[in-house]
């Protein structure tokens, strides 16, 4: 069973930073990507940053210029560098895996998520 764990989140006043961690576990074939989402109260989660096995990277505009994903493929580690940070991205962080295993089968995995708050 693959686990993954994040670690990082917490309370920043407005401008301030924060950087989130994330690690899997478990028996895994193969990585094809990692990521973060987010969830804030009474709206969808939504993509902030994903990184593939072979580098390629992608950000929501809302945090273009202030956010920083970086992965480790050997470590089967993923991390967010947020910079000025905005009340509007106060949300629960959930990190996100695209793993197959030796079936060569192909899944998502999720963490248990992080709680991101900004204050004004």
């Known amino acids: 069973q693959v686990q993954l764990v994040e670690s990082g989140g917490g309370l920043v006043q407005a401008g301030g930073s924060l950087r989130l961690s994330c690690a899997a576990s478990g028996i895994i074939f193969s990585i094809n990507g990692m990521g973060w989402y987010r969830q804030a109260p009474g709206k969808q989660r939504e993509l902030v940053a994903v990184i593939s096995s072979s580098g390629r990277i992608n950000y929501a505009d809302s945090v273009k210029g202030r956010f920083t994903i970086s992965g480790d493929n050997a470590k089967k580690t993923v991390c967010l560098q947020m910079d000025s940070l905005k009340p509007e991205d106060t949300a629960v962080y959930y990190c996100?895996?695209?793993?197959?295993?030796?079936?060569?089968?192909?899944?998502?995995?999720w963490g248990q998520g992080t709680q991101v708050t900004v204050s004004s």
């Open positions: 996100n895996a695209d793993v197959q295993n030796y079936s060569r089968k192909n899944y998502d995995v």
